[in-house]
């Protein structure tokens, strides 16, 4: 029997690679572009559907009875979902793989999309890899997805005109080949200075590990003519970016049909697959007259990094069901192929600070970005700049028990991006970074190729919670400054775009939208246009950089400003991070708010746009600010809450009792909830026959005695309630009294004074009051000189004949006194509404407490 079932197998086995042959054998013929007769192709069908008719997987039991090897189990179970034939003739074969139905583990149970990205984040601090994420979400600017690899087969480096593509594994050799091959047929542009070859490899022996080389580019060649629409044409680094992906150039939506095989990637999946890393800010200096400063030419750092992965892992985060997948790709071109060969990684860990070792916590001293933020005033001045960029960097030990990984968590989730991200560059350098800011994204649309951008600028800092984030919104909607800041930026952003876009496809989407991040609320335009003919993605790259938002106006003049003010070489600050897509789409996040951790020293670099109307000490301070929830991310293992929230203090002793006084009023309860938030009882009541029935039935029967009377707004007038004889009652009783708008009318009315009538109605308006200078305690006490709060009123109290006993507190612009108190009664009162939207609630809360604390039975002896 057993013997039975084993040759059972070996037919299963057999017809298996019988059919993995007639695979190859069709996409051979598809690859020479063999025709077929009718009923020739129909055989061949019937053959290759009858195969296919076949369990595709055999237990791990079945294979160990064959004595398969577990490279033929791999290469059994991992039967390509589908393929094409790129550009160059290379065939992609891929293996898609939903992770809704991936099983993992002896139990079998589905295995979480989180456990794969987070070990994903966990092996980039072992070896190389990359991490892409976006966690913030804008309908029709931002979306949520997320691209991860690690064990990529390949790396390109690259500084100045130099370069190298080094295989990572015998997988990478395979595609260097293919790329070196294709190289080679450019002389013109790229010079092979070295090759690396295999002489014993899992892949074909003479396989190719590594290409060292460098750019042809003409030294006088700027004195050569070139249109400016052609600057993007001309040799860089990026020349090599265009070249390998030329290499493997698929575009979904353009290909003929007999150029795909099997199940389809959709093409949010094949935007997904290209050259993925980090473009650092010099390679603009080779695309503008910009030379860098001598003193950061001889830096060992590089200007480009990418990998080329052969397995994504990708998550729509938008779809309803978080739908997730892993692809896995093999090429193969001749006798070359990496399908079997092992996907490996190189160890290349982190490593953290040795001590000893060089550091210095910030680049300038204090003051020195100030200093700087002068002389750009005076380029200012005399027209040289319109505006300019400049940063500065902050520096920090990773702390023993960090890792990047640890600070990547950390930024995740407490501030969320559009452009998250987590890298392991290799050489101990790794990025970490939360950028709020797309820099150039290229798709395939309707109309045709499409670019878009979304230029920040214009930044103000966050308030406590959402009513004073409306308040800094109003600010910074309102400055004239900022307004000016993103203007230029804009206006620079489509002059790069006019460069090669058809005309009249330059436009503005959306204009100073707000955008809310962890501590900073920023004004963002968006802005799109379309490809002529001839130009590409990358040329759309190129033209852009780098964002007027990180160097200046004029652009070029910025940079060559910035070259010689910034001490140190900006690096990747300022670049870009994201996918050069083999289809020829682009996605690509500006590289801000990031950490850069090199040999276990984590560096922060932060600037602020600079204009004629900016104030050093503000702008030093922005930069500050913006450094500040990264270095917190560095600093603090764990999220506390916001200091600057406010937080109700314990209740001191018993529970005070506050007798509200309703005259029909719509914010009636709202007050209320105010008062217990201190911890007070409220027993709120109706005035009049309610009113006066809890006084005898409750207070001069009942024993129970209010510690305060709170008077609530209401329309009308006092006396439409018989407001002073209210206030009489509870004066007779001694009990302390505190008015909200009409109840300061009454108070107005009761002790002799007159009401008059606005000019225009004050109903649901914000108006900035400010206080008295007069020394005491007072229920504004701990309050600024000056604050916002809400009107809700037509009635004021007239200081002309103003009572005596009355102190005035606070005033509005138009001479309105906003809050008073009696000179020596527990009586005060507030002409605003300290419980609205427009009144933050920190001063709210805080004229309540105070009212609840300084307004007491004791003040009445001695009082008249």
């Known amino acids: 029997k057993k013997q039975k079932i084993k040759m059972l197998l070996a037919v299963l086995y057999f017809l298996s690679e019988f059919r993995t042959m007639c695979s190859f054998m069709h996409q051979s013929l598809v690859r020479n572009n063999v025709r077929c007769s009718v009923n020739s192709n129909k055989k061949f069908s019937a053959i290759i559907a009858l195969i296919g008719s076949l369990p595709r997987s055999c237990s791990s039991s079945s294979y160990a009875l064959l004595g398969l090897s577990k490279m033929h189990q791999d290469s059994y179970q991992s039967e390509p979902s589908g393929s094409y034939t790129t550009k160059s003739g290379i ?4 293996q898609i793989e939903s992770l809704a139905s991936q099983k993992s583990g002896s139990n079998g149970g589905a295995c979480s999309v989180q456990s794969e990205i987070d070990r994903i984040v966990d092996l980039i601090d072992e070896q190389k890899g990359v991490l892409l994420t976006s966690s913030y979400e804008v309908p029709g600017r931002y979306s949520r997805w997320t691209v991860g690899f690690t064990a990529p087969p390949l790396q390109i480096e690259g500084k100045g005109l130099q370069f190298s593509i080094e295989a990572l594994n015998s997988r990478g050799e395979v595609l260097v080949t293919l790329i070196h091959q294709h190289l080679s047929q450019l002389p013109e542009l790229f010079q092979i200075t070295a090759t690396d070859t295999v002489s014993s490899s899992d892949a074909s022996p ?12 003409a030294e006088e060649q700027s004195e050569e003519f070139f249109s400016e629409e052609d600057r993007s044409k001309q040799p860089s680094l990026f020349s090599l970016v265009r070249a390998v992906r030329d290499v493997l150039f698929f575009n979904l939506q353009q290909a003929p049909v007999e150029q795909q095989q099997g199940q389809s990637l959709s093409v949010q999946q094949q935007q997904q697959f290209g050259l993925v890393g980090a473009m650092g800010y010099d390679l603009a200096f080779q695309f503008e007259p910009v030379r860098a400063a001598a003193h950061k030419q001889s830096r060992a750092d590089r200007d480009l990094v990418l990998f080329l992965p052969d397995e994504l892992l990708i998550v729509d985060g938008q779809s309803p069901r978080g739908e997730a997948w892993k692809i896995r790709y093999d090429f193969s071109k001749g006798s070359l192929s990496t399908a079997g060969l092992p996907r490996t990684a190189r160890a290349d860990p982190y490593s953290p600070f040795l001590p000893g070792s060089p550091f210095e916590a910030r680049e300038n001293a204090k003051g020195d970005y100030a200093a700087s933020v002068v002389r750009a005033k005076e380029q200012f001045r005399v027209g040289n700049l319109f505006e300019v960029v400049l940063s500065q960097i902050f520096r920090e030990k990773m702390p023993p028990d960090t890792r990047p990984s640890t600070i990547f968590n950390r930024l995740l ?7 998250g991200f987590f890298m392991n560059l290799g050489r101990n350098e790794f990025l970490v970074g939360a ?19 979304c230029p920040i600028s214009g930044t103000i800092e966050r308030g406590s919670d959402p009513l004073e984030d409306a308040l800094q919104i109003r600010k910074l909607l309102s400055s004239a ?16 775009k006019s460069r090669i876009c058809r005309p009249g496809s330059v436009k503005v989407l959306g204009r100073r939208q707000i955008e809310l991040y962890s501590r900073l609320i920023h004004t963002v335009d968006h802005v799109e246009g379309y490809l002529r003919d001839g130009f590409d993605a990358l040329d759309a790259f190129l033209c852009h950089t780098w964002a007027v938002t990180v160097t200046g106006a004029p652009k070029t003049w910025a940079m060559r400003f910035i070259e010689a003010s910034e001490p140190s070489a900006r690096l990747w600050y300022g670049g870009a991070v994201g996918i050069v897509g083999f289809d020829g789409s682009l996605n690509t996040g500006l590289t801000l708010r990031t950490v850069r951790i090199k040999e276990g020293v984590a560096e922060v670099r932060a600037g602020a746009t600079l204009l004629h109307e900016s104030d050093p000490q503000a702008e030093e301070a922005e930069t500050e600010l913006k450094a500040s929830a990264l270095l917190d991310a560095i600093r603090r293992p764990d999220p506390s809450p916001d200091p600057d929230t406010p937080q109700t203090p314990p209740a001191e002793g018993p529970a005070k009792l506050v007798l509200l006084v309703d005259h029909e009023d719509s914010f009636v309860h709202t007050l209320a909830n105010y008062i217990r938030q201190t911890g007070a009882q409220v027993l709120t009541c109706r005035s009049g026959a309610a009113f006066n029935e809890f006084l005898r039935s409750q207070v001069d029967l009942g024993g129970v005695r209010p510690d305060l009377v709170v ?3 209401g329309p009308g007038r006092p006396c439409d309630f018989q407001l002073s004889e209210t206030i009489a009652a509870v004066m007779q009783r001694r009990i302390p009294i505190f008015g909200v708008c009409l109840g300061l009318q009454g108070l107005v009315e009761h002790f002799g004074g007159r009401l008059q009538v606005l000019g225009s109605p004050m109903h649901g308006k914000p108006s900035l009051i400010r206080r008295c200078q007069e020394e005491g305690d007072s229920i504004l ?6 604050f916002e709060v809400a009107r809700y009123h037509s009635l004021y109290g007239d200081e002309e004949g103003f009572p005596a006993q009355l102190q005035v507190l606070a005033r509005s612009p138009d001479g309105v006194a906003m809050a008073l108190q009696h000179r020596s009664l527990p009586i005060a009162a507030v002409q605003f509404h300290p419980e609205s939207i427009l009144t933050l609630p920190r001063h709210g809360m805080q ?4 009212a609840l604390s300084m307004l007491t039975t004791d003040k009445y002896d001695g009082g008249q």
């Open 91 to 94: 065939i992609v074969n891929y």
């Open 847 to 850: 004229i309540i407490r105070n």
């Open 781 to 786: 006490g701990d309050l600024p000189m000056e």
């Open 206 to 217: 003479g396989t190719i590990r590594s290409i060292q080389g460098h750019v042809v580019k």
């Open 481 to 496: 400054k900022e307004e000016s800041e993103l203007t230029m930026c804009t206006d620079v952003d489509r002059n790069d």
């Open 413 to 419: 989730r407490r501030n969320p991006s559009p452009y």
């Open 711 to 713: 008077l609530s707004p």
């Open 435 to 453: 950028s709020p800011e797309m820099f150039v994204r290229v798709e395939q649309g309707e109309q045709g190729v499409r670019i878009e951008t």
